[in-house]
């Protein structure tokens, strides 16, 4: 069996994030810069081995105001911990679409077991696009597993932020040209 190199492709893959803001409505951000690779067995992604690593840096809310915040010690304290990281342990096939991707997630210097819902988009192949694969990505986390525990209380009696962040990817990956690999 052949073992396959696959690589996300930036100009066609999302990775975003949701949390209840005010108890009333949600805000929605985005990690610009990230990367995805896997190592699979063919092109069987039941058991690959996934890692994805994210610059907390080019997290953005489109809100320069909310995003220093963010970056800052209240939140994802990027001077200090300037990359988020996901590491799969186990992939169980639900089905021939679904997967549930189980890993060990460090956000803020806590690594804790997290797990992703992925629904397999479909497989291409092609002289021009050479061979790719995509994915759809949906998960919930809790912030505070990882530290992330700066909330305000408000004068109505609620919070300003959810413990629940609703994580969502739209993922293309390339298989890697042996030939071309150095």
């Known amino acids: ?32 810069d990230f990367k995805v690779t896997a190592i699979t067995l063919n092109d069987d992604f039941s058991s690959a081995h996934i890692t994805l690593k994210a610059a907390i840096a080019s997290l953005s809310t489109d809100n320069e105001q909310r995003d220093k915040h963010l970056l800052s010690a209240d939140f994802f304290d990027e001077a200090s911990y300037p990359e988020l990281k996901f590491q799969s342990t186990f992939i169980e096939q639900l089905d021939k679409e679904e997967f549930k991707i189980t890993g060990d997630l460090t ?45 305000r209380v408000l ?16 993922l293309q990956m390339l298989k890697q040209d042996q030939n071309k690999m150095a």
């Open 155 to 170: 004068d109505t009696g609620g919070v300003g932020l959810g413990e629940e962040v609703k994580i969502f990817g739209e």
């Open 107 to 151: 956000m803020k210097g806590v690594t804790k077991a997290a797990s992703l819902q992925v629904e397999f988009g479909g497989l291409i192949s092609d002289e021009r696009h050479g061979t790719k694969v995509g994915f759809t990505i949906t998960g919930k986390l809790n912030r505070l597993d990882w530290g992330i525990n700066f909330n």
């Open 1 to 32: 069996m052949a073992t396959e190199n696959w690589v996300s492709d930036p100009a066609h893959s999302e990775l975003s994030f949701k949390i209840r803001h005010l108890m009333i409505s949600n805000v929605s951000g985005v990690f610009k």
